[in-house]
Nanobody
Framework: QVQLVESGGGLVQAGGSLRLSCTASGRALSMGWFRQAPGKEREFVAVTNWGGDTYYEESVEGRFIISRDNAKNTVYLQMTSLKPEDTAVYYC????????????????????WGQGTQVTVSS
């Protein structure tokens, strides 16, 4: 059983930046960030594998950067040029298995989820 602890959400004005962190209690080959806005389904934001390869949802590419520190079992999401439409609860996800980056965009791939952290972007 892997536990995930997230931090770093908050309220920011449009155009601002936030950095999310998620630390796992054990090793996770696959890690990613998802988000869920009110009334919407949970959606993929960015994923990274053990080797540091990354894949982004189209609307955040160029604005968000996902990175990981394997020694600390931690994944980060640096968010810049934030927009009101980025407002959502952001969830960290992890799995001890390996799959392709494209496979990692599916929420059902992941066995472990964080508690979620609210990100609110005001206009």
């Amino acid at each position: 059983q892997v536990q995930l602890v997230e931090s770093g959400g908050g309220l920011v004005q449009a155009g601002g930046s936030l950095r999310l962190s998620c630390t796992a209690s054990g090793r996770a080959l696959s890690m990613g960030w998802f988000r869920q806005a009110p009334g919407k389904e949970r959606e993929f934001v960015a994923v990274t594998n053990w080797g540091g390869d990354t894949y982004y949802e189209e609307s955040v590419e160029g604005r968000f950067i996902i990175s990981r520190d394997n020694a600390k079992n931690t994944v980060y999401l640096q968010m810049t040029s934030l927009k009101p439409e980025d407002t959502a609860v952001y969830y960290c996800a992890a799995d001890s298995g390996w799959t392709t980056l494209q496979g990692m965009v599916l929420p059902q791939w992941y066995d472990y989820w964080g508690q979620g952290t609210q990100v609110t972007v005001s206009s």
